[in-house]
């Protein structure tokens, strides 16, 4: 997974994780699972404007239990306000993401796509379009200096052709 990839399904900015794995000294691996909790902590932290620590923390705690499909995170002495967290909606939205960063954000390899060369699909396909392949096939049965002279022929041949033309 890239870096792009990564932030892509965190739902956070590239520099944003940086940063942040700097403040926490935490180290950024990029793995689907890490990026789980990436993006749980920049949930906390941005939408729910708690301290980056303590995001860090409530999210390694409810990531860390799956027993309940809500979590209560933190909580007055009380219980009078707490901080919920529901797992599997948290669990469903950041499989998009990564889907959409697997899939749509893949990097494109450099130069021509590879294509595959020679065997018997080619010559399946080439009988498939129409190609009459009796010519090739007997001009693979002669010699190289056999095939050499052939090419030559028809070389003379197109030249001849061409001095007529003119």
């Not at 990029?30 to 409530?58: F, I, K, Y």
């Not at 009380?78 to 697997?102: T, V």
């Not at 021509?112 to 090739?136: K, M, Q, T």
């Amino acid at each position: 997974m890239t870096a792009h990839q990564f932030a892509i399904a965190a739902r956070a900015d590239v520099k944003w994780i940086l940063n942040s794995s700097a403040l926490l000294g935490r180290r950024v691996r990029h793995t689907p699972a890490d990026s789980r909790w990436w993006g749980l902590v920049r949930l906390l932290t941005e939408n729910l404007a708690l301290p980056l620590q303590a995001a860090a923390d409530a999210a390694t705690r409810s990531l860390g239990t799956r027993s309940e499909a809500v979590i209560t995170v933190i909580a007055d002495p009380s219980h009078s306000a707490s901080l919920l967290i529901d797992l599997s909606r948290y669990e469903s939205i950041f499989l998009g993401n990564l889907s959409r960063a697997l899939v749509q954000e893949t990097p494109r390899r450099r130069g021509r796509p590879v294509r595959p060369r020679g065997g018997a699909a080619s010559i399946d396909a080439a009988l498939r379009y129409g190609v009459d392949l009796g010519l090739v096939r007997a001009a693979l049965r002669r010699t190289p200096a056999k095939r050499l002279e052939m090419l030559e022929a028809n070389a003379g041949f197109i030249r001849g052709m061409r001095k007529t033309e003119t």
